[in-house]
């Protein structure tokens, strides 16, 4: 038995199936970015704890040094000279991480650009 549908129903169809389609795919990437967050939240946490040890064990080298500087000079010396050396790093780490920050582009020019190229493509296959 063959049912004959207007080609409007027909349309119609497709419409429903095509916008089916889509909430499944925005379903599914939901799910992915969902579970990839959790991933990546357990990473951080991971990379926090061994920062925290990471920043510990310095201060720990730097007491050491301290000490072993304090058997040749003054303890004040000892530390002042630390002291000095370290102000000189921040600055020279911060100086380059401030450049190379500038060189950042927040906006994802290559994606914007393919969605650009992707409408004209629609626009132009609808006429």
Excluded: C
């Excluded at 499944?24 to 799910?31: G, P, S």
């Excluded at 357990?42 to 040890?53: D, P, R, Y």
């Excluded at 790093?89 to 914007?112: C, D, F, I, N």
């Amino acid at each position: 038995m063959s049912v004959d549908r207007s080609l409007p129903d027909l349309f119609q169809d497709i419409v429903r199936n095509v916008q089916e389609i889509i909430r499944a795919e925005v379903r599914l990437a939901k799910a992915e970015v969902r579970e990839e967050t959790s991933k990546a939240l357990w990473s951080v946490t991971w990379l926090v704890a061994g920062a925290v040890a990471g920043v510990l064990a310095v201060v720990f080298a730097l007491w050491t040094a301290a000490y072993a500087l304090a058997l040749v000079w003054p303890m004040w010396a000892a530390t002042m000279a630390l002291t000095a050396i370290l102000a000189v790093t921040a600055v020279v780490l911060l100086l380059s991480g401030k450049q190379r920050l500038t060189r950042v582009h927040p906006t994802p020019e290559r994606t914007l650009e393919t969605v650009k190229e992707n409408v004209a493509w629609a626009r132009q296959s609808t006429k």
